[in-house]
Nanobody, 126 residues
């Protein structure tokens, strides 16, 4: 299983970015997916998750209304559209695949996710 995150970079406050996560080595369309982030000196935190069919999505309160998670099962790719970025969004962003198949409820818990991408750095300057 491989998860390859990309799309990070240095932007200014108020800008937008789209992160991608290319999945391979497993049946992407059968598993819920999520984005987490980890800022320097802080614990990894949940950002957003989406169900295996894409019909259910959930975002953390800190990003609700600004970030949108989506997936393209035909392309085995997960996305995170980020708008109105703030300096506090600065972090390494990780994509992750749920350890369970065909689960209807998305999880915000890191323990629910078995496979992780290498992370992509997002830096938002003020």
């Amino acid at each position: 299983v491989q998860l390859q995150a990309s799309g990070g970079g240095l932007v200014q406050a108020g800008d937008s970015l789209r992160l991608s996560c290319a999945a391979s080595g497993y049946t992407f369309s059968s598993y819920n997916m999520a984005w987490f982030r980890q800022a320097p000196g802080k614990e990894r935190e949940f950002v957003a998750a989406i169900s295996w069919r894409g019909g259910s999505a959930y975002c953390a309160d800190s990003v609700k209304g600004r970030f949108t998670i989506s997936r393209d099962n035909a392309k085995n790719t997960l996305y995170l559209e980020m708008k109105s970025l703030k300096p506090e969004d600065t972090a390494v962003y990780y994509c992750a695949a749920d350890r369970r198949k065909w689960v209807m409820i998305v999880s915000t818990d890191t323990d629910a996710y078995e496979y992780w991408g290498q992370g992509t750095l997002v830096t938002v300057s003020s």
